[in-house]
C-alpha cells in the first residue's frame, strides 16, 4: 500500500473514530464501557452537551481525570459550539482507563466512563519524543528521523489546494511540516485565509472572545490528515508575518488561545509544537511572553509533545528547560553548521535546522538554492549529527509556493532527500553523531555506519581510519544521482579507497555481522 | 606575437643586456658613458674585478650610488664569484645617470661611470606597487590586477621541467607566481634541488659563510625568464618545508642571506618579496624575527618593491607598516572572504587571498577542489574586491605538481581565471570594491562598472538598483562557460532582468559613454 493508498484508508478510519464517539457523546452513560476500543496513542474522546447560553468559551470550565491503575492523568477540555463540550485523551497504556469530568456547570461535572485502550495498529508508532540526547524516537521505540518540509500557511488555502498538498506529500518521503496555525500575510501571501480563528466582523475586528470552531475543526482535520499519511505536524503557535492583528492579541488573549489550541490539538500523536516562527521578528511580544507561552505549553498539555520555537537572527537559548529540541533558522548555513558541536555541548538538545534557505528562484536571498545545493545542505546537516527541514520557493503565476501554500513540488530536491532518509535509516537505531577528529566531514552511528561526506572536495582515493576491531564494507554514495555502488572487499583499521573524483559524494562502511 | 614567441626574443634581448654590461665590467673606465641605453625599469649592471682571495661574501663590501639631478640611490652590491663584484640599478627616470662605487678594497672603491636611461619598450610598464588603497598599477600607471599562480619550488627542478614551466605559463594569462627561493622539503617533494643556496659537502652540511653563485644566477635567469612573459616574481624569502636545514640558520646567516638576495634580486622590476611561506609554521623563528627580516628588506631594497608575508593559522597584522599588502590564506574561504570588509579596515592594504586551497584530485583537504570551485572562489575574491591566487594539485606518477614543480597544468579553472582576469581588466583603470549595501555580492568601479555575483543564488530575475543619473549597458556573464551576453536596452535606476537561472552566474553593467 503506498502512501497515497493510505492516505484514502487511514485518514477515514482514524478519522471517524474519533467521529463517532463525538456523535455518541450527549448519550454517553456515566461509568459505560465505550463501545469501540481505542488504540494505544490513538484518540478517546469524551464529548458532553452543555449550556450555549452566554459564552462557553470563557464562562465554562471542563476537564477530565483519566486514570490506569495508579496512572493519573489530567486533561483539559473545550468549547466546540453548539453546546458541546470535549476532552479529548491520547492513551500511552494498554487496558482499561478510566474518567471522570469536573466543570463549574453540573450537567458537565462527574461523569464518568470506562475504556479499553488495544494495541497499537501497524502504522501507528506513537508519538515522536528524544532518544540518546541528540535523537527522536516513536514512543513504541522505531527510530524517527525528521526529514521535514515547510508549508507555512497551508491549512489557509481551501480544500482543493489542501488536497493537493496532501496529495502530494502522499507521493515524499517527508515525515514533518513545518505549519502556521495562523494565517501568513507576506509577499506571494495576499489571500485571504477560508477561516479565521476568531469571529471577525465587517471593519475586520476581531472578536477575541469566542473562537471560530469551523476553523479549529478544520486544523484538526488537516492534523489527521497529515497522521495518516505518517507526517508529524510540526505545529507553529505564533508568527510575525501578520494583516489580521493575530501577533498582536492582548497577554490574556495569547493565553486563552494557547490553552484552546491545546486542548484540542494535544491529543493528535503527531502534533509538535513550535512556539514562533521567528520569534525575534515578533516585535510585540517580549522575553517573557515566549517563557509565559513555554510554561504554558508545558502544563496544559498532557501528553509532553515535543517543543521547541524557531528564530530569525536571534540564536535562541535552546539549553532552557522547557524546549526539548532546537529548530535553528541559519541564513549563513555553510558557515554556521560547524557551530552545531558547540551547540550540542551547549544545549545537549536535538538540533533541526528548521530553515536554511529554500529550493527555488524567487529573486529573495533565502529563496533560490539550486536543488544541488538543497541537496548539499542536508547532507551536512546530517553529517553534523543533525536534521534539516525542506522548503521550496519556485515562482508561480498564481503565487502558489509549496513553502507557504502547498500545493505541487517543482524542484528536484525532495527525491534526493528522500534518498538520503534512507541511508540514515539505514544506518540503524543508534543515531548518527559527528565524529570530531575525522580529516573530512564524517559521522557514526556507533560502530555499525561510519558515513564520510566529502562535500566540495574530491580526493581521487582517501586512506580512512576505521575504528579499530571490526570488519567493515564499503559503499560509494552519489547522493545527486541516487546511487549506491558497493565497493569489492571487506575493510579494516587504515583502508584505502578510490572515491568517485566528484564533489558532494559520500563513502558508507557498514560493520559486517 | 603570443606570449611563447614573446618569451624567446624578449628574453634574450633583456638579459643580454645585463650580460653585455657585465662583460665588459672589469674594463668599465671611470665616468665613462656606457655603451647601450638603458631602458627605464631595465637594469644596468655595474661589475667590477676584487680580490678572490679569503672570503669576498664576508670581507669585502661593495656598494654604489647612482646620481641624477638631485635624486641619489645607494644600492647595495653583491660578490658573484671569480672575483667578480656587481651592484645592479633599476632606474627610475629617464635620461643620464651617474655612479660611483665604495668598497673597503681600494680596486671596488670609487669608480665612477655614466648612463643614459631611455624610455622603456611597450611590454616594459615598470614595477608594481600600490594604488588606490586596495589596488596595484605598474609605475608608469597600467592598472595591474594580480591573478597569479603557485609554483613553490619550479626553480629546483632543472632545466627541462623550467622550461616547460616557462612554456606552459605562456599559454596562461597568470601574471605573477608564487616561488621559494629555497628548496621544497614536504610529501610530493622528495626530490633534491639541482643546486644548493650554500655549498654542502657529502655529509649534509652547509657551508652558510658563503653562497652558490650557481643558484642564485640561475634564480636570476628564472625571475629574468618570468618578466620577459610578464609575470610578476612573487619571491618567498623563507618558508618551513625544509629538510636541509634553511629554516634554521642562525640569525646571522638568515640576515646576511637576505641582503645577499635583495642585492642580487631588487634591480628585477617583476620582483615582489614575501618573507615567508607559512610563517607560523617556522617554529625556529619568533615574530622578533619577522619583524627584522622586514627591517632588512624595507632598507636595503633601494626599489622599494611590494613586500608581503603569509601565514598559515595566525592571521598576520598586515596594518605594520612595512607590508605594503596582506597575502593571506584561508582554508575556510568560503566564510573567510566576508571578514575582508573588516580587514580593509583594519589594514587599508590591498588583499591577495595567496591560498584558498588548490584545484586537485590528491588526499590532503587543502588540494582537492573541483575547478568550478576554484572558479567560484576567484570570482568571490574579486567581488570582495581582493585577488585571488591559483594552484594546483592533480596526482601524477612522478609526483610532478604544478602547485610546487611546476610543469603542466591538467585542470580546467586557469582558463576560466583568465577569463575573470579579461573582466576584471576591462572594468577600467579605477579598481572594483566591494558594495556593502547591495543584496546580492557586487563590487563597483567608480560609477563605470558594477559587477554582480549571484554565487549558488539564482533568482529567476533580478532588480538591480543602479547609480542615480548614469545610463547602463548590462551583460549576463557565464564564469564557467566564459560567455558575456549583452542585454538589450539601457538601464537606468531600479533596473529588472531576466536572469540565467542558474547558479554561480555574474551581470555586469557597464556605464554608457
Not at 479549529?216 to 508568527?239: K, M, P, T, Y
Request: proline share 5%; hydrophobic share 35%; with cysteine.
Amino acid at each position: 500500500m503506498n502512501r497515497r493508498e493510505a492516505l484514502k484508508l487511514s485518514g477515514a478510519a482514524m478519522y471517524s473514530l474519533s467521529q463517532s464517539l463525538l456523535s455518541n457523546a450527549s448519550s454517553l452513560k456515566p461509568a459505560a464501557m465505550a463501545q469501540t476500543p481505542i488504540e494505544q496513542w490513538g484518540i478517546f474522546e469524551v464529548s458532553v452537551k452543555g449550556p450555549e447560553s452566554g459564552n462557553p468559551f470563557l464562562d465554562v470550565s471542563f476537564r477530565a481525570t483519566f486514570r490506569r491503575h495508579n496512572r493519573t492523568v489530567n486533561v483539559p477540555g473545550f468549547y466546540d459550539g453548539n453546546g458541546i463540550f470535549r476532552v479529548r485523551f491520547m492513551p500511552e497504556d494498554i487496558g482499561e482507563w478510566t474518567f471522570e469530568t469536573a466543570s463549574n456547570i453540573p450537567e458537565l461535572n462527574g461523569q464518568t466512563g470506562r475504556f479499553d485502550v488495544v494495541v497499537a495498529s501497524k502504522s501507528n508508532h506513537g508519538p515522536v519524543s528524544v532518544t540518546g540526547g541528540r535523537h527522536f524516537c516513536y514512543a513504541d521505540g522505531t527510530p524517527y528521523s525528521p526529514f521535514g518540509t515547510t508549508c507555512y500557511a497551508w491549512v489557509h488555502q481551501g480544500d482543493e489546494l489542501e488536497n493537493q498538498t496532501l496529495r502530494t506529500l502522499s507521493t515524499t518521503r517527508f515525515n514533518k511540516i513545518r505549519m502556521c496555525i495562523f494565517p501568513k500575510s507576506f509577499p506571494y501571501n495576499h489571500n485571504e485565509p477560508v477561516y479565521y480563528p476568531f469571529p471577525r466582523d465587517a471593519s475586520g475586528k476581531n472578536d477575541t472572545q469566542v473562537f471560530n470552531v469551523q476553523f479549529f475543526q478544520h486544523l484538526e482535520r488537516r492534523i489527521q490528515d497529515l497522521c495518516n499519511l505518517g507526517i508529524e505536524a510540526d505545529v507553529i503557535l505564533f508568527h510575525p508575518y501578520d494583516r489580521w492583528g493575530y501577533s498582536s492579541l492582548p497577554k490574556e488573549v495569547d493565553d486563552r488561545y494557547l490553552r484552546y489550541v491545546i486542548a484540542r490539538l494535544a491529543s493528535y500523536r503527531n502534533v509538535w509544537w513550535s512556539l514562533a516562527n521567528e520569534y525575534d521578528s515578533v516585535k510585540t511580544k517580549s522575553m517573557a511572553d515566549w517563557d509565559r507561552f513555554a510554561r504554558i505549553v508545558e502544563e496544559e498539555d498532557s501528553f509532553h509533545h515535543l517543543r521547541s520555537i524557531h528564530y530569525n537572527k536571534q540564536v535562541y537559548d535552546y539549553s532552557k528547560q522547557w524546549a526539548t529540541h532546537a529548530g535553528v533558522q541559519s541564513y549563513d548555513f555553510i558557515c554556521e553548521f560547524p557551530k552545531t558541536r558547540q551547540w550540542f555541548l551547549d544545549w545537549r538538545k536535538p538540533i533541526i535546522f528548521d530553515e536554511f534557505q529554500y529550493e527555488g528562484n524567487i529573486s529573495d536571498r533565502w529563496g533560490n538554492l539550486s536543488p544541488e545545493e538543497m541537496t548539499r545542505r542536508c547532507w551536512l546537516c546530517i553529517i553534523s549529527g543533525c536534521f534539516a527541514s525542506h522548503g521550496e520557493t519556485y515562482k508561480d503565476p498564481s503565487d502558489i509556493i509549496w513553502w507557504s501554500k502547498g500545493g505541487s513540488l517543482h524542484g528536484s530536491s525532495p527525491d534526493r532527500i528522500g534518498f538520503l532518509r534512507k541511508i540514515v535509516e539505514e544506518c540503524g537505531p543508534v543515531g548518527l553523531r559527528a565524529v570530531d577528529d575525522s580529516y573530512y566531514l564524517s559521522a557514526a552511528a556507533g560502530q555499525d555506519t561510519i558515513l564520510y561526506y566529502f562535500d566540495y572536495h574530491r580526493p581521487e582515493e582517501y586512506e580512512f581510519r576505521l575504528p579499530a576491531g571490526f570488519t567493515y564494507r564499503a559503499e560509494l554514495i552519489d547522493p545527486w544521482n541516487m546511487t549506491i555502488a558497493p565497493v569489492d572487499g571487506a575493510f579494516t583499521g587504515n583502508a584505502k579507497l578510490k572515491l568517485s573524483g566528484s564533489p558532494f559524494h559520500a563513502v558508507r562502511f557498514r560493520k559486517t555481522i
